[in-house]
């Protein structure tokens, strides 16, 4: 799979115009991203999945161990 990343801007008309030859007849996904109003957010979904793993096992009891603490002995 090759991607490609390009940063666009949309005209007065609501239009995003890109030309693509090479993939003429090939299926391609499309993802579209607001990045001037919201740079630095996380989106909703990578918060979801990061609260899920806080809540693992291995977090619990390996990470959250004071044994396996290595800023204990300093």
């Not at 030309?19 to 391609?28: E, P, S």
């Not at 957010?41 to 603490?69: C, I, N, R, Y």
């Amino acid at each position: 799979m090759h991607a490609i990343t390009r940063i666009e801007t949309v005209d007065e008309s609501g239009c995003i115009h890109v030309q693509l030859k090479k993939l003429a007849g090939v299926k391609v996904r499309l993802i579209i991203e607001d990045i001037d109003n919201s740079p630095n957010q996380t989106p909703a979904e990578s918060l979801a999945l990061a609260k899920m793993q806080e809540q693992t096992g291995f977090a619990k009891h390996v990470l959250g161990s004071t044994a396996e603490d290595v800023w204990n002995d300093l």
